[in-house]
Structures are given as C-alpha cells and as structure tokens.
C-alpha cells in the first residue's frame, strides 16, 4: 500500500507509523528522520534545514520535493510506503500526485490523526525520542518500561529540540495555516480517512487496522 499519514505536531504520527510500518510490513520514509540525518551529517541540505527548523517554520518545497522524489525512486518502495512528514502543503500534494502518475502509481489512503488542539502541546512537549534508532515514546501517554531508556535498543531517550513549548505552539501555528488545507485537497480525492487522535494508543491502532484491511479487501 502507498500511505501518507497528516497529523499536527502532538498527534502522535510517529508512534502509529512505527506501530504501521511494523505490522503492515510497509517502508516508512520520514522527512523529519531524513532531514535530521543530513544536519547531523552537516550536509548543505541539513544546513538549509536547520535553519527553518530551529525556528519551527517548514522547510521549503523544492527542498523537501527533492529530497522526497529521490527516495521514492529508491527499489525498497516501489511495492508501498508510508509517508510521514510529507506532503506538508498543496503544492507538495500535487508534486507527489505528478510524480506517482508518471510511474504508473496512486495513493491508497490518507490517513489524518485528528486531535483538538488543546491537548497537542503537553503531547508534542512530552514526547521523547531514541538518539539511537529514532523509536517514539510519551513520558505520560506512551512512557518507555526503564525511564530514560528505549525500550527496543537501550539507546538513551531525549527531547528534540524542536519540541519546546514555544517552538511546538510555532509548529502548531504553522501546521494549520499551511498542512491543514491537504486535508481538503485529499477529501476532495476520495482518499481521505480520519482516525480519532483523541483515544488511547491501542484504540488508534485498531481504527487504523480497520481502514487498512479495508483497503487491501
């Protein structure tokens, strides 16, 4: 299946991509994993990066296209993928959509975790990440079994920087002025599923099961 998961900052797409990448066996590709690896190789990319994600703003489209069009040309993905972080805006949506067309290719589902803004900040600052293998954990709604430490590598658990409160906010802000018009854009295409963000994890889980085995039945 060729999946894009949309959901703002705090919605909980990361444990949910990795809780579909693994049970549906599909490749995840996530721009903010990609972006990260090239800033902390010092790549000019990573450098671009930084500097708009320092500041919680998105980075730019031909930035972003680039980078994902290279990695959907990779073999690993051309029987599915989840795409996490990316489409961000429209015009990325119909660059992805040009790009599927000419390979003979289409989206199969949308998946939008939606979650009132209210509790997006405590979730997105609460989050902590593995500086190991990339793996999401929660400090209350998702907390790993040795406090600090992941649960799949042992690999030591911190906050990123960009989920400060302020920068979060920023992130959210930004999130709707510019992601949230997507969720139109794919409505519009048949292709849109919305998951109640508001339930616990494992309710999630088996929403999302549900719209997936629909979608292979």
């Known amino acids: 299946m060729r999946l894009v998961i949309l959901g703002p900052p705090g919605a909980g797409k990361g444990t949910q991509a990795d809780f579909i990448v693994e049970n549906f066996k599909t490749p995840h590709i996530s721009t903010g994993d990609i972006f990260r690896e090239n800033i902390k190789n010092g790549t000019d990319l990573g450098k671009k990066a930084k500097s708009y994600m320092d500041k919680g703003l998105l980075v730019p489209d031909e930035l972003v296209i680039e980078i994902v069009k290279d990695r959907l040309s990779k073999d690993d993905v051309q029987e599915g993928f989840l795409l996490d972080g990316f489409p961000r805006t429209v015009a990325q949506a119909v660059s992805l959509d040009a790009f599927l067309e000419e390979r003979g290719q ?3 589902s949308v998946l939008n975790i939606d979650v009132d803004t209210d509790i997006l900040v405590e979730r997105a600052v609460g989050r902590r990440v593995c500086k190991t293998c990339g793996a999401s954990y929660h400090v209350k709604y998702n907390p790993p079994k040795e406090d600090g430490v992941c649960d799949k590598d042992q690999g030591p658990l911190i906050q990123r920087d960009d989920d400060t409160e302020a920068t979060v906010k920023t992130r959210i802000k930004v999130y709707f002025e510019q992601t949230a018009p997507l969720i139109d854009y794919y409505k519009a295409q048949g292709l849109l599923d919305n998951i109640d963000g508001k339930e616990d994890i494992d ?15």
């Not at 309710?203 to 039945?217: A, H, P, W």
Request: hydrophobic fraction near 35%.
């Open 203 to 217: 309710t999630i889980r088996k929403e999302i099961v549900e719209v997936l085995d629909g979608k292979n039945n």
């Open 106 to 108: 289409s989206l199969d």
